[in-house]
């Protein structure tokens, strides 16, 4: 892999966890506003549709961009030669139990240190 394909890739990998700090952020503006501004005789604000749809809209790339990270990490897990298969299997539970905050790791010890196709 070329050194600017690993730099792309890295910045795709920092991704999941802008969009869990956007959704946290947005969830938390929703909350805040809707105490300080809500009535109950004027029913939901417009503010809170927004919000809601938004942190919605949040999440499902939060989703996507998770699930895509770790299927293509399993691949180049799975394909990988270097990696021995202890290292494999540690490597593969710590994708699925650590989740977004193993595949910067992954990333920088595994693919941004690897000399191959520099």
């Given at each position: 892999?070329?050194?600017?394909?690993?730099?792309?890739?890295?910045i795709?990998?920092?991704?999941p966890?802008?969009?869990?700090?956007?959704?946290?952020?947005?969830?938390?503006?929703?909350?805040?506003d809707a105490?300080?501004?809500?009535?109950?005789?004027?029913?939901?604000?417009g503010?809170?549709?927004?919000?809601?749809?938004?942190?919605?809209?949040?999440?499902?790339?939060?989703?996507?961009?998770?699930?895509?990270?770790?299927?293509?990490?399993?691949?180049?897990?799975?394909?990988?030669?270097?990696?021995?298969?202890?290292?494999?299997?540690?490597?593969?539970?710590?994708?699925?139990?650590?989740?977004?905050?193993?595949?910067?790791?992954?990333?920088?010890?595994?693919?941004?240190?690897?000399?191959?196709?520099?």
């Amino acid at each position: 892999m070329f050194k600017t394909n690993k730099i792309v890739l890295g910045i795709i990998t920092l991704l999941p966890l802008l969009f869990l700090s956007l959704y946290l952020l947005t969830v938390a503006g929703l909350f805040t506003d809707a105490v300080n501004v809500h009535r109950p005789e004027n029913g939901p604000p417009g503010f809170m549709v927004n919000n809601f749809l938004s942190s919605v809209m949040i999440m499902g790339c939060f989703f996507l961009s998770t699930i895509g990270l770790l299927i293509y990490f399993l691949f180049h897990l799975a394909s990988n030669p270097i990696i021995n298969n202890d290292e494999r299997f540690f490597w593969a539970l710590f994708f699925l139990f650590a989740g977004i905050l193993s595949f910067p790791l992954y990333w920088y010890f595994r693919i941004h240190l690897n000399p191959k196709n520099q």
